[in-house]
């Protein structure tokens, strides 16, 4: 079935540290690829999605690219704040176009960031 | 606007109850999909609502169960409830057009502890 795999966590970077976030999937066909950011006490956000081979997303200084060859979708950032601290899932849906329906997400990641 | 609500926020069950959770979608939605996400897990899909109907379900028993009102709210029920369904259950709201289902946006959930 399909499956999304992400590294486990905790994570725990120093400000301005780079951010990389693992994640591969397994899918049967062409999945879109999404990254959704858990902040404490909050509802899951959309940070980013990519929806085929070679496409990148970005936002808010994180990217990603599809990586059909190695079925990966890795997270980068540069430079990460404070802020950033929170949980990260990665997840894919089997609709096209980065049309969603049910979401599979990975376990999630939870990165601390610390001044 | 308004984003997703859920109510309540927190709840406590004993085995064996029923429980009701409540989901107000976001403002120009027509579509609900519910997620269990226990202790530090993904969510899972448990199903989707569009337009009063059941539109999709994940891998969860018939003792789930749902409801879409015409205002597009929705209700979880769960009956019977097992120890292991103490988890936060998201609700995602998101629009529908012509087989397409565009950005899923989450709810903060309701954390359910069955003791």
């Known amino acids: 079935g399909n499956s999304v795999t992400q590294m486990e966590g905790p994570v725990t970077l120093s400000e301005e540290a780079f951010l990389t976030i693992n994640c591969t999937y397994t899918?049967?066909?062409?999945?879109?690829l999404f990254w959704y950011v858990q902040y404490p006490g909050e509802g899951l956000q959309l940070l980013l999605k990519?929806?085929?081979?070679?496409d990148k997303g970005s936002n808010k200084g994180f990217e990603a690219t599809y990586r059909k060859e190695t079925t990966s979708f890795h997270l980068e950032k540069g430079s990460v704040q404070v802020s950033d601290s929170a949980v990260y899932f990665c997840?894919?849906?089997?609709?096209?176009?980065?049309?969603?329906?049910?979401?599979?997400f990975g376990k999630g990641t939870k990165l601390s960031v610390k001044p | 606007e308004t984003g997703v609500t859920q109510s309540p926020t927190h709840l406590i069950k004993t085995r064996g109850q029923q429980v009701t959770l409540r989901c107000s979608s976001q403002?120009?939605?027509?579509?609900v999909s519910w997620y269990q996400q226990a202790l530090g897990q993904g969510p899972q899909f448990i199903f989707q609502?569009?337009?009063?109907?059941?539109?999709g379900r994940g891998n969860f028993p018939p003792r789930f169960s749902g409801l879409q009102f015409p205002n597009y709210s929705s209700e979880l029920n769960v009956n019977a409830l097992e120890l292991d369904d103490s988890a936060l259950y998201l609700c995602?709201?998101?629009?529908?057009?012509?087989?397409?289902?565009?950005?899923?946006?989450f709810g903060p959930g309701t954390r359910l502890t069955v003791t």
């Open positions: 995602a709201s998101s629009l529908m057009v012509g087989g397409n289902s565009y950005e899923q946006y």
């Open positions: 899918a049967t066909g062409y999945p879109s």
């Open positions: 990519a929806t085929k081979a070679d």
């Open positions: 997840a894919l849906s089997m609709l096209y176009g980065g049309s969603q329906g049910n979401l599979i």
């Open positions: 403002s120009g939605h027509n579509t």
């Open positions: 609502y569009y337009r009063e109907e059941e539109n």
